[in-house]
Structure formats: C-alpha cells, structure tokens
C-alpha cells in the first residue's frame, strides 16, 4: 500500500483547506463535541474511569493487542480529521470499545455490594433512559438528533 499512501499524500499536500479547494477546514469544535453528543457525558466518563482497569482485566491471549490496535486505529483517524478536516467515522468504530470499557467500569463497581451493586444499576437506567429519551424524541416528537456524531 505504500505507493497508494504516498500518492495519496502528495495529493493532500497540494490541496488548500478551507477555501476554494477541495478540502474542508476541519470543524474543531465540532470534532470536540462528538464524543459527548455521541456516547453523552455518562458514557465518556464511565469509558474514562474503566481505561486503569483494562490493564487489570483478564483478558484471552491477544486481547490487549487488538485493544490497543482497535484504539489505535481510532485515533489514527481522528488525526486524520484533526489534520485534514476529512470526516472518516472514528466515532462509529470506537462504538464498540467504549461499550466495553462502560462495561467494565459498571461490572468494577457492582463488586462493592450493596452499594456499588445498586450505584452500577442507577448508572445502567440513567444510560438507558439517555438513550431511550433520544430514540422518543425522534420517534414522538419529531426531534432530530445530532448528526455531528455519525459524521465523526
């Protein structure tokens, strides 16, 4: 693939961004808001606290590599946009990931029964309910969501 990366590169290096050429100034602050609108302040914050503990996890023979690389191939994206203003759909891909990490944050705190075990189930209605609120809005009251996320 090299001969095709290069050639891509020496196209982008050429373009103007943000003016009359074929690349868009890249939308910062919308780039910013997308993991919020996306997976909502809940999610970001769970997926955040349950990054220490992946390196606790048991995880099968390979696993961390394909989480890194999965992470990885996220963020390569996010500097592709970040960069060039090019939207690849970073978000969609990390869906996935950030449901896990969410996981394992709630799974960490039921452990500590019975507080953390009603607290994990109080964050699982809460994320429902987010969801749930957007899919009714939709659905009942003709409110469109956010189109920022599925564009990152």
């Not at 191939?73 to 970073?90: K, N, P, S």
């Not at 009603?118 to 809005?137: D, E, I, T």
């Not at 009251?141 to 599925?150: I, T």
Request: charged share 10%; proline share 7%.
């Amino acid at each position: 693939y090299g001969p095709v990366v290069l050639a891509h590169l020496e196209i982008l290096a050429g373009l103007e961004f943000g003016g009359e050429g074929v690349a868009p100034k890249p939308s910062y602050n919308l780039i910013a808001r997308a993991p919020w609108l996306a997976y909502g302040p809940l999610g970001v914050a769970l997926a955040l606290v349950a990054l220490p503990l992946v390196r606790q996890a048991r995880l099968p023979r390979g696993g961390a590599e394909l989480l890194a690389a999965w992470a990885g191939a996220a963020g390569l994206f996010l500097g592709v946009e970040l960069l060039t203003g090019l939207q690849v759909r970073y978000l969609v891909f990390l869906t996935p990931l950030i449901c896990l990490l969410v996981g394992l944050a709630l799974g960490r705190l039921a452990l500590w029964r019975p507080v953390g075990f009603c607290a994990a189930w109080s964050l699982v209605l809460a994320l429902l309910a987010h969801g749930a609120w957007g899919w009714l809005a939709g659905a009942l009251a003709r409110v469109a969501p956010s189109m920022v996320p599925l564009l990152r």
